[in-house]
């Protein structure tokens, strides 16, 4: 499939301010009740954006947060989104996303020259999509790791968007989306 008709298939929700879709050798994946199935190699998320915006990632080998997020539990109690996030620069040169157990990736898009993904964000209609290439994982103590040496057989997403109430006192969540990526066996086709 090619990456405009790709891009056609992503569609906001009325109320959604984002949407996320997984494509892995220029094709889009089905997403079944949260999970997307796929080889134990280099994919992207993308993501299609109502406004500029921050999009605040958490990433993990391990459930619990997205086991949090998928019961219900209320924000101040999920862990990994309680922590801070990655300090990363601007774009996606080197292809990652850092693994945080207590903190998230920070992506967001401004305009053309900030941002945190592949290239600026193409304009659909009255949306921005945007790419984020993974080809590596960053773990806690600064160890690389490409997707295909993976130690585990799932990667578990948390994609959140939050508003700080007027006294910063806490975050009212705008929308909060969890997707795990179940890693195909090598033999499997």
């Known amino acids: 499939m090619s990456t405009s008709l790709a891009l056609l298939l992503l569609a906001l929700a009325p109320g959604q301010y984002f949407a996320v879709q997984v494509e892995q050798d220029g094709r889009n994946l089905p997403i079944r009740d949260g999970r997307v199935y796929l080889a134990k190699k280099p994919f992207s998320l993308v993501l299609e954006l109502r406004e500029p915006q921050l999009v605040l990632v958490h990433a993990s080998l391990g459930s619990k947060t997205i086991d949090a997020v998928r019961a219900g539990k209320p924000l101040d109690s999920i862990p990994g989104l309680q922590g801070t996030g990655a300090a990363e620069g601007e774009g996606n040169p080197e292809r990652g996303l850092f693994l945080l157990p207590d903190g998230f990736?920070?992506?967001?898009?401004?305009?053309?020259?900030?941002?945190?993904?592949?290239?600026?964000?193409r304009r659909k209609a009255s949306t921005l999509v945007c790419r984020r290439t993974i080809e590596k994982l960053w773990l806690e103590g600064g160890k690389t790791v490409p997707?295909?040496?993976?130690?585990?057989?799932?990667l578990h997403l948390v994609f959140l968007r939050t508003k700080w109430k007027a006294d910063y006192s806490s975050q009212d969540v705008l929308q909060?989306?969890?997707?795990?990526?179940?890693?195909?066996?090598?033999?499997?086709s």
């Open 147 to 154: 997707v295909a040496e993976v130690d585990g057989q799932a």
């Open 176 to 188: 909060l989306t969890s997707l795990s990526l179940i890693f195909e066996p090598k033999n499997k």
């Open 105 to 121: 990736n920070a992506w967001y898009y401004h305009d053309a020259a900030h941002h945190r993904f592949d290239e600026p964000c």
